[in-house]
């Protein structure tokens, strides 16, 4: 495996934060636009910090730290993440020492049945499980490093369990928290930890990035993904277009004034998880909301035609009322409810706000 590199528009913050450990903080929160490399910061973070020979305080690549970690065996690192983060990147369920990198979660409730959803907290089992890792001296006489990714997963007893591991830190130990939304953390946890906001890169050095990777028309996925580069690559990798087709071909529908097959349209959507075809539609709802107030469209530049077109018409205030909804309902989406009814109850609701509002100007024929 590779040793993990810092992003382009991380390199310089890394370099300037790295290379003043004299008095480096037992706790980090590493915060930005999600979708930027938040993640991918923090593993080369702690690669950076556990190297034996850094080159300008960043990972060599070559020392035999570095070769653990590429590998996931470094005893001195600790990721603490949800088992369905964990299932995401890789990790085999319910495998008890799969990963020794790993703060191991105590199994979910089952609820009776034989297979059980995987976490999405970080449960506070994992905390407890990490109090042996601490009391024992590190294996190579440097730093310890445990990373809590995405910290919002923490729920109210797993961040109690964690301050106040923070208000009493362990020697030798560097936490690297990962949040997006850090206003969503518990205020006393935000009070132990120093921040390090991350900048997220212009539109070039994304665009240029995404082209090394081999993205065919980066400007579209990097439109999609709301000018964050990491997000597009993933969007990139699981979908075929920038745009989904379901979503060109409604708004072509009603952009002539027209109802779609709603039913029809369900059936299409409600194949995928919820949150796969929910999050597309939310953006387009933020580029309706642009588009009525007479500012371009942000992610779906090549539906704008359609976009501008239904939001002349349309009510102002039932547009605005739109976004909150499919906001609200992103929230629940993985809920265990009735995937097609689901998806029907929401694009009724689309379409509805859509129709022309009777103070709109007529569209002439």
Not at 120 to 126: F, G, H, S
Request: net charge neutral; hydrophobic share 45%.
């Amino acid at each position: 495996m590779k040793t993990a590199e810092f992003l382009p528009w991380h390199r310089e913050t890394a370099a300037a934060w790295l290379g003043n450990r004299d008095r480096f903080a037992h706790a980090w929160l590493v915060h930005g636009l999600a979708g930027t490399g938040l993640r991918e910061f923090v593993f080369a973070a702690a690669a950076s910090l556990l190297c034996e020979s850094p080159v300008a305080g960043l990972a060599c690549g070559k020392c035999l730290a570095c070769g653990w970690v590429a590998s996931g065996n470094h005893p001195d690192l600790r990721r603490v993440r949800p088992e369905a983060v964990a299932l995401e990147e890789g990790a085999q369920q319910d495998s008890e020492g799969g990963d020794p990198q790993d703060a191991a979660s105590g199994p979910a409730d089952s609820g009776g049945s034989g297979k059980r959803a995987a976490s999405k907290e970080i449960r506070v089992d994992q905390i407890r499980a990490l109090e042996p890792w601490f009391n024992n001296a590190t294996h190579r006489g440097g730093w310890r490093v445990a990373l809590v990714y995405p910290s919002e997963a923490l729920n109210a007893i797993s961040g109690n369990a964690l301050l106040k591991v923070l208000e009493e830190p362990p020697p030798s130990t560097v936490f690297l928290m990962v949040a997006d939304a850090p206003d969503r953390l518990l205020p006393t946890l935000l009070s132990r930890c120093r921040r390090l906001p991350l900048p997220t890169p212009s539109h070039e050095a994304a665009r240029a990035w995404l082209k090394d990777q081999g993205l065919a028309s980066p400007d579209d996925w990097l439109a999609a993904a709301g000018g964050a580069p990491v997000l597009a690559a993933k969007l990139a990798a699981s979908q075929g277009a920038a745009c989904p087709d379901w979503l060109g071909a409604m708004l072509r529908t009603v952009g002539k004034g027209a109802l779609p097959d709603i039913g029809s349209l369900a059936d299409t959507i409600s194949k995928q998880p919820a949150i796969d075809w929910i999050d597309p539609m939310h953006r387009w709802c933020v580029d309706l909301l642009l588009a009525r107030h007479g500012v371009a469209v942000r992610y779906y530049p090549a539906l704008a035609g359609q976009t501008e077109s239904i939001a002349r018409r349309a009510d102002p205030a039932a547009l605005t009322e739109l976004a909150q909804y499919v906001q609200q309902q992103r929230r629940v989406a993985g809920h265990p409810l009735s995937a097609k009814l689901f998806a029907h109850a929401l694009l009724q609701r689309v379409v509805s706000a859509c129709q022309p509002s009777r103070s709109a100007p007529t569209a002439s024929r």
